[in-house]
């Protein structure tokens, strides 16, 4: 996916040990000299083939071609995430205002024997 990361690793078992690049669609240009070749945050203009090459005094080998193809995000999958980010949102706004609606309405007591009750409690407080 685009923006995400790709490590790249070469390994050979070289003896003397092996020194690394990496070359892209078979191009003479060395992107990488390091065993592993990390994509961080990668672009559209990243994807292609990715060869390796190991050598040391007594020869090289290059590696058959690993492929890198970078996608984007669908916009129906980042639109329905959205919907449902915005539909939350409202759920949650709803219930706080019936909560705060709830929190400022008066107690009614109908029953006077209630209300009595409530007035003998404040009068002895």
């Given at each position: 996916?685009?923006?995400?990361?790709?490590?790249?690793?070469?390994s050979?078992?070289a003896?003397?040990?092996?020194?690394?690049?990496?070359?892209?669609?078979?191009?003479?240009?060395?992107?990488?000299?390091?065993?592993?070749?990390?994509?961080?945050?990668?672009?559209?203009?990243?994807?292609?083939?990715?060869?390796?090459?190991?050598?040391?005094?007594?020869?090289?080998?290059?590696?058959?071609?690993?492929?890198?193809?970078?996608?984007?995000?669908?916009?129906?999958?980042?639109?329905?995430?959205?919907?449902?980010?915005?539909?939350?949102?409202?759920?949650?706004?709803?219930?706080?205002?019936?909560?705060?609606k709830?929190?400022?309405?008066?107690?009614?007591?109908?029953?006077?024997?209630?209300?009595?009750?409530?007035?003998?409690?404040?009068?002895?407080?």
């Open positions: 996916m685009k923006g995400s990361s790709v490590t790249l690793t070469c050979s078992d003896n003397p040990a092996a020194n690394y690049s990496w070359r892209k669609n078979n191009n003479h240009s060395v992107v990488s000299k390091d065993q592993q070749f990390v994509l961080s945050s990668i672009l559209s203009s990243d994807s292609g083939q990715y060869y390796c090459t190991a050598q040391n005094e007594l020869g090289e080998k290059t590696s058959g071609p690993v492929s890198v193809q970078v996608t984007c995000q669908s916009m129906s999958s980042i639109t329905s995430r959205l919907a449902l980010l915005i539909l939350i949102s409202m759920l949650v706004q709803i219930t706080t205002l019936r909560t705060m709830a929190m400022k309405k008066p107690t009614k007591l109908s029953d006077p024997e209630e209300m009595m009750e409530m007035r003998n409690v404040i009068e002895i407080t």
